[in-house]
Structure formats: C-alpha cells, structure tokens
C-alpha cells in the first residue's frame, strides 16, 4: 500500500529592524542576502545529518522582515522520517534561531570574541569554546559547523552585513523561527545582531578561513614527459608562472600559474633565447600537488621539475621577390 504525499513545514523570519517602511533598501542589495540566508540554511542542515530534499521559498511579513519557509518534501509518509525533521530542526538551533539557542553559533561567537579555533574536545564527544563561565560546550554537529569555513563566512555576512551596508537605515538583524498561523512575530526568541557584533562575527569568518587554510591532506602526482603549450603569461620568478594547455578539444586541461623550477631552462628564458608562442611545445616533468581542506575545498599548485624537450614553432618561409630574383641568378 502507497504512502500519501507530505510536506513538513518550518518557518523562519529573517527581519531587518529599523527599516523607515516609505524608504525601504535596495531590492538588488536586498536580495543577496536572501541567497546567502538559503546557502547558510541548506549548509547548517547538511552538518546536522540531512541530505535529503530542501526546498526554501521566501515571502512578504511583515515590514521590515520576510518570512521564509523551509519546506521538506518526500514521496511516501513511510519515507519521512523523525531523523530527517529533527536535522532540520538541528539545523535551525546551530544557526541559533530555533530553541533555546543556548549553544548555537551566535553565543560561541561571542563568547569567544569570534576567535573560535579556541576550543578543546571533552572525552564525551562534544568542544567547549572559552574557558570559565562564559564558556560554552557544543556537540559534534555544531562544532563541525562552526569550523566550516563556508558557515563562518556566510553567517558573518548574514547577521551583521546589513547593518554595515545600510548604514543607518537598518538598526538591527532578527532571525527567529516561528510558528505557522502564530500571531506572535518571536522578535524576542532566536538571535538578534546589531552593529556591535560586526566586529566578532568578521573575526569568526577570517578565523575560521585561516584554520581551514592550515588544515589539510596533500597528494602529490609527477606527470613525466608531458606534453605541454604555453597558453599565456609572463614567467617573473617563482610567485608567477605561465598558463600551459594539455591535450586538445573538450579533453584538454588547463594548467594555470605553473613554476618553472628546471634552473637550466630558467636561463634560457631569462636571456631571451627561449621566447614562448602558443604554438609551441613543451615535454616536461610536471609535479601536481592537490591539497584537500578539512571543509572539502580543493586546492592544486603545479611546478614543473624538468624540460625534457622544447619545440618552438617553425613558422613556414614565404619566399619574396627578391628571393626569386636571387635563386634566378644562382641558376
């Protein structure tokens, strides 16, 4: 027997306080952070074990605010689990707008000046953030979203951007999970932000960015013998590098900012003997090095150890009139 369609439904307002309703704010500055809201939501939920279907619409409130609606959707009521409403509902209580909000990501932030790779792991599984009473202790999936570099910058952007942007006109952030049909807007409940925060949430972005930046796998691969062609760029020494092409067509792969460590062939493009064209090639030994950050952003340099063998471009001799003129009088 066939389950029937089902929708669960979770409400959040996200309010920009002190708004003049005649002036209002730039529909096109507006609408950015609406996006960066949806991405922060749909990042927040991920940490806290949903992977399913999240669909997030936005609609008019009040003035002043917008009510959003996070709407899960599945096939079958068998398929809807308690698992998957309560990771929306954890979604919602990292980011601090649903709940108590005694742990969430807005009082991390502030306990600890926005400086949150301070932090130590307790025998039981959870992190506890600063030391004395305002320290603050947060389970796995909090803690793993307020190391995601990607939450950080997001958040920062989200509860204190505003503020900053529309200087003067919006006063304070609100954003707060609210019940359907309820006649009460919640101001009080969820996390508020005002421009005294500005300072530790743009500290907790650059933090949680530079912890990212530190922390990371590598693999190291050495193409031998590949061949290569200059694509563009102005070799200055090993900050720069040049832009080299391998392979042709839909298959071919971009090498970009690639050093040059072959001290030999470095003289010869430094004494102008070797003048790069793009129809030249390049056989090399070319070392790919890709380091895998603990938020999954990929980054890869490339150097190249060895020229094995370098082919400029031959371009075809037009023969003048003159030329004619000298091989009739060779005859």
């Given at each position: ?146 190391q995601n570099p990607k939450v950080a910058e997001l958040y920062s952007d989200v509860a204190v951007g505003p503020v900053a942007e529309f200087s003067g006109v919006v006063q304070q952030v609100n954003i707060y999970m609210r019940d359907p049909g309820s006649e009460d807007d919640g101001v009080s409940s969820g996390a508020a932000f005002t421009r005294e925060d500005s300072a ?132």
């Open positions: 027997m066939f389950g029937r369609f089902v929708m669960e439904r979770r409400e959040v307002v996200y309010r920009l306080g002190g708004v003049d309703p005649d002036e209002g704010v730039d529909v096109y500055e507006l609408v950015k952070y609406l996006n960066k809201f949806d991405d922060l939501v749909r990042l927040a939920v991920r940490e806290a074990g949903y992977d399913g279907e999240l669909q997030i619409r936005v609609r008019p409130f009040k003035e002043g605010s917008f009510l959003t609606e996070f709407v899960i959707e599945s096939g079958l009521v068998d398929f809807l689990t308690s698992n998957e409403v309560d990771a929306v509902l954890k979604g919602l209580e990292i980011l601090g707008m649903a709940g108590t909000a005694a742990a969430g990501i807005p009082r991390v932030v502030r306990a600890v000046r926005g400086f949150t790779d301070k932090f130590r792991k307790n025998d039981d599984g959870t992190f506890t953030y600063g030391r004395g009473a305002d320290s603050v202790t947060v389970d796995a999936a909090t803690h793993g979203a307020l530790d949430f743009n500290t907790y972005a650059k933090t949680a960015a530079a912890v990212d930046e530190l922390e990371y796998t590598e693999s190291v691969l050495v193409n031998r013998g590949i061949w290569l062609r200059p694509v563009s760029g102005s070799y200055g020494g090993a900050e720069k590098g040049y832009s080299f092409c391998f392979g042709v067509g839909d298959d071919a792969k971009l090498y970009k900012q690639v050093r040059i460590e072959d001290a030999d062939f470095l003289e010869r493009l430094a004494s102008g003997e070797v003048r790069f064209t793009s129809g030249d090639l390049l056989q090399a030994n070319l070392e790919v090095t890709e380091r895998v950050h603990k938020s999954g952003l990929k980054k890869a340099s490339y150097r190249i150890l060895k020229v094995v063998d370098y082919r400029p471009l031959k371009v075809p001799h037009q023969e003048s009139f003159a030329d004619f003129i000298d091989g009739e009088g060779a005859v």
